[in-house]
């Protein structure tokens, strides 16, 4: 198995391990009405936030808050795993190389060619209270969002679109001076539609986030940090991408190391 294949394993082995242990402890009552196993630690006001390490594919909402020592200890495992090297320069960088924003039809991650963009998909998964334009069961123009970067609850609405933004977990520019320059263009489409890699946010915070790695910004909410640092270890550990040196260490510190 190659060196990346067993940091693969690792990861979803300890996810397994902590799920396990959840359910021993809770019984019946750790788990929701879908039969799913219920997310460790606090969740979001609405009660649907996921924590990272039950939703490794990110097809649940949410981020819920990482806080048992079990499950602080595989976050740690999955992120000491993560390669290292120094960030590239941003040199040809282009939104568009990763395609046209919100495509449906990046093939090879989840939530592909349903007939509802990206961004219409992500409010779905998160947002509560829906509303729909009139005939559609797609485009979102009103719901209430828990927005795990700040810890506020939003009432959204599409006249002020900008209060809730898209925000990449692994910035595109960010995972460009990493490697991303030389991947087929097909796997940047994939990562900058992958709904394990996007969380709906308070516009202000990922506007003040831009393309930095967790060294140089975290979310303001400190409860969310540590699962912060999970998803974005889970994304570099799918696209096979290494981190900075800098990064590493700022994820380690958020999880107790």
Known sequence: MSRD???????????TVSAA???????????GEDGSAAGPG???PDGRAVSPLRNPDGTEPGLAPVTADADKAAARELIEELPTKGRGP??????????????????GVPLARNGCDTRNDLMRRDGQNLRFRTG??????????HDPYTGTTIDWRKQK?????????????????????????????????????????????????GDSGPASWLPPDKSIRCAYAVRFAQVAVKYEMPVT?????AMLRQCGG
């Open 136 to 145: 559609s069961d797609c485009v979102v123009i009103a719901m209430t969002l």
């Open 42 to 44: 606090p969740a979001a």
């Open 161 to 209: 679109a900008a209060e809730v933004q898209i925000d990449h977990v692994v910035p595109l520019s960010y995972s460009w001076q990493m490697g991303s320059s030389r991947w087929p263009a097909a796997k940047r489409k994939r990562l900058a539609n992958d709904v394990l890699n996007l969380i709906p946010v308070e516009g202000r915070a990922n506007s003040a986030k």
């Open 5 to 15: 294949g067993a940091v693969r394993a690792r990861f979803f082995r300890a996810a």
């Open 245 to 249: 040196a800098a990064d590493e260490q």
């Open 21 to 31: 242990a959840v359910l021993l402890v809770s019984g019946c009552e750790g788990l």
């Open 90 to 107: 941003k040199t040809g960088y282009d939104r568009d190389k990763f395609g046209y924003a919100w495509m449906d039809t990046a093939d």
